[in-house]
Nanobody, 126 residues
């Protein structure tokens, strides 16, 4: 069974950067797709980024391309580098994992992921 623990959230000023980490444990985690979603107060959970099991194929929400970057290492940690943060990025960020295979569309759908972390708060404010 895969378990996920996020870290790295906090308060940052507009224009700043944060790097979120998601530590995954479990025998099969290396074969899982890893994703990041976020949920702001009063809004639905939305896709942020995902990466395939090999770590070579990232997917991003169109609105976040060029500011957010996802990566994963061989130690089963997935990262979300967030740059030029804006107040609109304020949300709880969730790490997620789902077993392969994924269609291209599946990467963007929260229902494709069967394991979720507890979330980490990111607040962008001056």
């Amino acid at each position: 069974q895969v378990q996920l623990v996020e870290s790295g959230g906090g308060l940052v000023q507009p224009g700043g950067s944060l790097r979120l980490s998601c530590a995954a444990s479990g025998r099969t985690v290396s074969s899982y797709v890893m994703g990041w979603f976020r949920q702001a107060p009063g809004k639905d959970r939305e896709f942020v980024a995902a990466i395939n099991s090999g770590g070579a194929l990232p997917y991003y929400a169109d609105s976040l391309k060029g500011r957010f970057f996802i990566s994963r290492d061989t130690a089963h940690t997935t990262y979300l580098q967030m740059n030029y943060l804006e107040p609109e990025d304020t949300a709880v960020y969730y790490c997620s994992a789902g077993p392969q295979p994924f269609s291209r569309a599946s990467y963007y759908e929260p229902t494709s992921y069967d394991t979720w972390g507890q979330g980490t708060q990111v607040t962008v404010s001056s």
